[in-house]
């Protein structure tokens, strides 16, 4: 029963913040820890409250999947470059470097697709 509950949260968590169900890559390799999501449901409320250590925090979760194999990096961005817009330098790097990462990522699909000529 713990786990629904657990489960429904970390749902709920990111529809609220704005993910919608289709950015969240569920990849439920371990069950979740009741603790882990009371921390995200917290750091949540902190970070949209203007907490870059807890917008931090939350990048990290959503980015290696630590919180239960969740893993959005989308998601995980947003909440850096939130943590980076209050002086966080941390989370200013890993912006940084995940929009190259994406940057690259985009240009090599383009460069892979065939072109259309009409």
Excluded: W
């Amino acid at each position: 029963m713990t786990n629904i509950k657990t489960i429904t949260l970390v749902a709920l968590s990111a529809l609220l913040m704005g993910g919608g169900l289709c950015n969240v890559r569920a990849q439920m390799q371990r069950p979740l820890n009741p603790q882990a999501a009371q921390d995200y449901a917290s750091d949540s409320e902190k970070a949209m409250s203007g907490d870059a250590e807890a917008a931090y925090r939350l990048g990290g979760y959503l980015e290696s999947g630590r919180f239960g194999g969740l893993k959005d990096l989308r998601k995980a961005l947003e909440f850096y470059r939130l943590a980076a817009q209050q002086g966080h330098q941390q989370a200013a790097e890993k912006v940084a470097r995940i929009e190259a990462e994406l940057s690259h990522s985009r240009e090599k699909q383009e460069t892979s697709l065939p072109s259309v000529e009409h």
